[in-house]
């Protein structure tokens, strides 16, 4: 039989039944076996077992491992150069119709190993984990031919082979159009729906399937033939949706039971009350909305009344948010965005893991998730959205095993 694990003396972030709020709990307790947790709650209440191995974490806050349900995180290159220019006055939108944007690192991807993406995606994987996180998404979407988005989703699922986190990984071949499909758009959905989308399903690569739904991406009717081709392959959908302009594509993407629509910033009233009604998750990235200088601010309060559940994420990537910090994501989403800090700590937690389909697996410290914890050097939970540069994690635990 295998030994039962405890972490005592700690406090532990909870949430509380309505999974709005948290409360925090005193002399806290959580055990664990095969990687699971058997029970989280005071020490108390807890059951009596025999314990192979305790951890007394010192009276520290104990968080479930952070979650970033959003990231572009493999890719080659960086778009430094760009960002310059966009300082000198250039738009982001300028920048993508003159050749630069994704498509520059579409080059940079293609150009790279699976070795080389997997070593530089370690750089920035490492910079998450330091935070606390356990899970990651990460997206393909720069290869935008069979092979080189083959090749990233590999990389991607690689990762899980050099790091201990859990990785879910997303088809994006409809991020956006390669050269070589100029002016022929629908061609290019259509070997993404016949040829990737079949190929990425048959290797098992991916976890679901996203689309860029966007004036400078890909229209609402090229969106539903990706999502379609998802639904025939037994693919999850998400969406990257009203981030620049609004053409109702978080609505289209709650219509097919879409996990979650992402950005949001244009999203309105209608988008909403469809989102609500099917359960669709709100993933907010705020480091995209302050990296290109956004001012349109997501719906916060219309999603918080409609009660749409609110993930955050990094959004990672070289154009519009190099951002690497899921503690400055919540500081960025509180200051920006007033998300309050149960907010905040929700949309990393267990709201991110419902972004995923995880709900039941893991995002919070409730017997039967995985054991993915965050143990910090932090007095109250309001210090991790609070501060901002800080590295208050003194420990992170994967699976029930202290990293
Ligand atoms: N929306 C974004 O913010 C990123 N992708 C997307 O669909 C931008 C990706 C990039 O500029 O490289
Ligand atoms: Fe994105």
Known sequence: MTPYTAWTNARL???????????????????????????????????????????DVGGRLI???????HTHLVFG???????????????????????????STMKATREASEAELVRTALTRLDDLLAEGVTTIEIKSGYGLRLEDELKMLRAARALAGHRQVRIKTTFLGAHALPPEYAGRADAYI??????MIPAVAAEKLADAV??????????????????????????????????????RGAELAAHYGALSADHLEYLDEAGIAEMSRHGTVATLLPGAFYFVRETRLPPIQALRDAGVPM???????????????????MNMAATLFRMSVDECLMGVTL?????????????????????????????????LVYRIGARPLHARVFNGVPQ
């Open 63 to 69: 968080t479930s491992g952070l979650i970033d349900p």
């Open 13 to 55: 972030l909870v949430p509380l039944p309505d999974r709005k709020r948290f409360q925090v709990v005193e002399d806290g307790l959580i055990a664990a076996r095969d990687g699971r947790i058997l029970y989280a709650g005071t020490k108390e209440g807890a059951p009596r077992l025999n314990y192979t191995q305790t951890h």
């Open 311 to 329: 993930a955050l994420a990094t959004d990672c990537n070289p154009g519009t948010s190099p951002l690497t910090s899921l503690l400055l994501t």
């Open 190 to 195: 259509d070997e993404v729906c016949n040829r």
């Open 210 to 247: 996203d689309c860029f739904c966007e004036g400078i991406g890909f229209s609402p009717a090229q969106t539903r033939r990706v999502f379609e081709a998802a639904h025939r392959h037994g693919l999850r959908t998400k969406l990257h949706a009203e981030q620049l302009s609004n053409l």
């Open 351 to 383: 709201n991110a893991a419902r972004a995923l389909g995880l709900g039941h697996e893991t995002g919070a410290l409730e017997a039967g998730k995985a054991c993915d914890l965050a143990i910090w050097d932090v007095e109250a939970p309001e210090q």
């Open 77 to 103: 290159g960086d778009r430094a150069a760009e960002f310059r220019m966009r300082l000198e006055g250039a738009s982001y939108e300028a920048i993508a119709r003159a050749g630069g944007g994704i498509v």
